[in-house]
């Protein structure tokens, strides 16, 4: 019988939706051009070629070298892209995503991204195209809510921030705004204004967010009540902690 | 019990989010509010950031070069963009302080308490009376010990002995520098001179004194404090070397020894080496320290060093913050936020244990739930602990860490105050460790639960502190009771040097209280040494080590005067 992969442990729509996050079978609720894409992450002009660091791996003679023979580059590497970031805030009050949560979607479905992992931000550097690609996935599918979830660059304090009264992330930068029951991008990731106003469309209801979040909070789903999630978090614990007293006793 | 519970941190946290401070407006609502206005009111709504403003425009315009200056944030978009609130120091009614003010260097009594361990050594007295005894055959009473130390208080702070036409320092500028001793023996006590005398009795409850004198015996000790003044222009190498000096000057005076004989050479190498003890040890050198410089300082030394333990002794949880304190100060603020790291911003992952008793309140929390449920295991005492178990430790920690996030999500401004994660896994880990050791009076075990509420704290809001941070929590449980020695040392011999606490921003407070609450749960007078202890049992010095978090709020409050100060020598303002 083929392995199918579990994920993650947990009875509640918290884990859920975890195990959906890392599996990648999420939900797409908005489409972004990729002109839009490119003006919000503020790293080239839309329409303009990829920079790139190095020649296409095709012209350039590569080593003879088992690995590479092994593995297929990305995209990006083949084509030589410069290495480029896409960095998420999300906010802990419902936020669909959780920085642990898009580092585990992107390490586990997509391929040569360097995810880092924050309180307050995530960030994944790869080549231009490749980054972009997640980036769309993320900002398109249900792992992002416009209102609760934002790019930023830089200045992102916000995650931990209680909300605006119109219910968006606070962001000392003002990167984006609630327009007409739409959120309307009007800086990029760094805080430099853009041309056009990028629409990434209706922020999830209070009920939605708290349907599709997976952050355990008391006001929607107790971490204390996933009593899975905390035994396996007690295992783990246990093994670490005894293997490191005697490796012998964990055989 | 936990949502019935009035919270510590309540009153702090109305006064601080819904009354206005400044011109914040930050008037109503209420600490449980999920949302709020947000005015963008910028640097000019906070006292201390318009004088700040001010001073820094004076100061460009007058020397003709830019300065400081708040529109250079973000390109023209200044700090304030949400309300700058002041804050409340931890254990101290209303003692409301700017953040600003929390800063070290905005802060004479955090500059004193770090001058004041730095400069302080503690040196042996019985090889030199060996050696004068039967070496030289000189006699060596208590009359001739308050004799020399009547003679080592001149010459300590730079004064000279036996040379002629010597230049000195001023003693106006090297007041706060002096040397006291103390001893196990009563009767030498006796004989002592009461100026000269760290009496143990008087300065430590009769259990506590009756322990530490039985482990110091009959030995007798000098604890010189250097001038603040030198330890600033030099090191912490200096130290022992300055006090060495002039103890050898001082032998040389006080028995009429001769200059160049060779016991000088073991009195020196006596003062210098053998019988010297240090506040922190030297540094491999990659990190390029001296002795008795923070990188060094054991947690045990530094739980040692506070006081708290002599003047609270029935209360180990506060015993246990106000260590947080001090460590957050010296090895988060002092440590890694400048020697190691050169940033500035490190004050604010470190105040959040010490301000607005956030992490008090889930401390005491925990005492509560750990004497309910294991029959007053943390209390003070030893026959009322539990013993380590796993079990024992995942319960604890997971209850301390799920009261915690708990609040933070009850409370949107106890989540806002510590807006980040290092900053709530810091406060988180702090209480649950040092929680496990109140129950089981075992540091490591303490140790243990720290990790596991990391593990806990990262699964349950799915992030936690910064890349290197986490990493560091997140393999730390493997080393807590490693059967390896380099790794699985006792937490008291661990320090900031630690590999896995090298990097680890805010956690060095949360470290030494682990060490501190081990021994404070139990009653012990002193965590790792004794000489420590003993040696900051003394209101002489300039920073008051029984109370370092009021000691900040002072110095925050501009109250604190610290010594070292250069006024005599410079032209008046």
Redesign the interface.
């Known amino acids: 019988m083929a392995y199918e992969a579990q994920f993650y442990p947990g009875a509640t729509s918290v884990a859920e939706n975890?195990r959906k996050h890392m599996s990648g079978k999420v939900e797409k609720l908005r489409e972004i051009s990729d002109d839009d894409l490119t003006i919000i992450l503020g790293h080239r002009v839309p329409g303009t070629d990829y920079p790139s660091t190095h020649p296409p791996l095709a012209e350039m003679g590569e080593p003879e070298c088992s690995i590479r023979e092994l593995v297929e580059p990305t995209d990006g590497a083949k084509a030589g892209d410069r290495i480029r970031y896409v960095q998420f805030v999300d906010s802990?009050?419902n936020a669909p995503?959780?920085?642990?949560?898009r580092t585990y979607n992107a390490a586990i479905n997509f391929r040569g991204v360097d995810p880092?992992?924050?309180?307050?931000r995530q960030v994944v550097e790869a080549r231009e195209r490749d980054m972009e690609e997640l980036a769309k996935f993320q900002l398109e599918t249900e792992m992002t809510c416009p209102a609760l979830a934002c790019l930023r660059g830089a200045?992102v304090?916000g995650?931990?921030?209680?909300?605006?009264?119109d219910?968006v992330m606070?962001d000392?930068?003002e990167r984006v705004r609630l327009e007409n029951g739409t959120i309307i991008v009007q800086k990029d990731q760094v805080?430099r204004p853009i041309d056009k106003k990028v629409d990434l469309g209706k922020p999830m209801s209070e009920e939605e967010a708290a349907k599709r979040t997976?952050?355990?909070?008391?006001?929607n789903v107790?971490?204390?009540e996933d009593k899975e999630?905390?035994e396996w978090?007690?295992r783990?614990?246990?093994k670490?902690?005894m293997?490191?007293?005697?490796p012998a006793v964990q055989e | 019990m936990a949502d019935d519970r009035k919270r510590m941190f309540q009153k702090d946290l109305e006064n601080k989010f819904t009354k206005e401070h400044g011109t914040n407006k930050m008037g109503g609502g209420d600490i449980t509010d999920m949302r709020i206005p947000y005015y963008r009111l910028g640097v000019d709504q906070n006292p201390r950031k318009l004088e700040m403003k001010k001073v820094g425009k004076e100061i460009a315009e007058k020397r003709g070069l830019a300065g400081y200056n708040p529109m250079m944030h973000c390109g023209g978009i200044p700090l304030g963009q949400r309300a700058l609130t002041p804050s409340f120091i931890s254990g101290n009614d209303d003692m409301m302080v700017e953040n600003d003010d929390l800063h070290y260097v905005n802060n004479a009594a955090m500059q004193q308490m770090w001058d004041d361990i730095r400069r302080t050594c503690i040196v042996g007295m019985d090889m030199a009376h060996e050696t004068l005894e039967k070496r030289l055959g000189i006699e060596v009473t208590p009359e001739t010990i308050n004799h020399y130390l009547e003679v080592l208080n001149h010459a300590l702070p730079g004064s000279a002995v036996v040379q002629e036409h010597m230049v000195e320092s001023h003693p106006a500028l090297v007041d706060d520098c002096y040397v006291k001793i103390f001893t196990g023996d009563d009767e030498l006590a006796d004989e002592i001179d009461d100026q000269f005398l760290i009496d143990i009795d008087k300065q430590f409850p009769a259990e506590q004194a009756e322990q530490l004198k039985s482990a110091i015996g009959n030995t007798t000790w000098q604890a010189a404090h250097i001038p603040t003044i030198v330890s600033r222009t030099t090191d912490g190498g200096q130290t022992t070397r300055w006090t060495a000096m002039q103890i050898g000057m001082s032998y040389i005076a006080a028995y009429g020894m001769c200059a160049g004989e060779a016991a000088v050479a073991d009195l020196s190498y006596a003062a210098k080496h053998a019988g010297v003890v240090g506040m922190g040890d030297m540094l491999p050198a990659r990190r390029a320290r001296a002795p008795n410089e923070p990188g060094g300082i054991p947690f045990g030394n530094l739980a040692d060093i506070i006081q708290t333990s002599r003047i609270n002794p029935d209360d180990p949880a506060d015993v246990t913050l106000e260590v947080v304190g001090a460590g957050c100060m010296l090895y988060d603020q002092i440590w890694l936020g400048s020697y190691m790291s050169g940033g500035v911003g490190f004050t604010q992952y470190s105040t959040a244990a010490y301000t607005n008793n956030i992490l008090d309140d889930n401390l005491y929390y925990d005492v509560e739930y750990i004497n309910d449920k294991y029959d007053g295991a943390a209390d003070k005492g030893i026959d009322n602990k539990v013993a380590p178990s796993m079990d024992v430790i995942k319960d604890i920690a997971t209850e301390s860490t799920l009261y915690g996030l708990e609040n933070y999500e009850k409370y949107p401004v106890a989540l806002e105050d510590h807006f980040g994660g290092s900053q709530r896994a810091t406060v988180l880990s702090a209480a649950a460790g040092s929680a496990g050791v109140l129950a089981t009076g075992n540091a490591n075990a303490g140790l243990s639960a720290w990790y596991l509420c990391m593990y806990l704290h990262k699964e349950g809001h799915g992030r936690l502190g910064f890349f290197g941070f986490d990493l560091q929590d997140q393999c730390g449980a493997t080393n807590t009771f490693s059967y390896q020695s380099d790794e699985g040392l006792p937490h008291e011999l661990r320090g900031p040097n630690y590999p896995n606490y090298a990097m680890n921003v805010g956690h060095q407070g949360g470290y030494a209280a682990i060490a501190a609450a081990a021994h404070a749960g139990r009653g012990d007078a002193y965590a790792l040494n004794p000489l420590i202890k003993v040696c900051f049992a003394d209101e002489m010095l300039p920073f008051d080590f029984s109370q370092p978090r009021k000691e900040f709020g002072r110095g925050a409050l501009r109250e604190f005067e610290p010594a070292g100060e250069r006024s005599l020598i410079i032209p008046a303002k």
Do not use: A, C, N
């Open positions: 975890r802990m009050y995503s959780t920085p642990y949560f880092g992992t924050l309180s307050g200045s304090h995650h931990s921030l209680r909300l605006q009264e219910g606070f000392m930068l805080g997976t952050i355990y909070r008391v006001d107790p971490y204390r999630v905390l978090v007690h783990i614990f246990e670490r902690t293997y490191g007293y005697k």
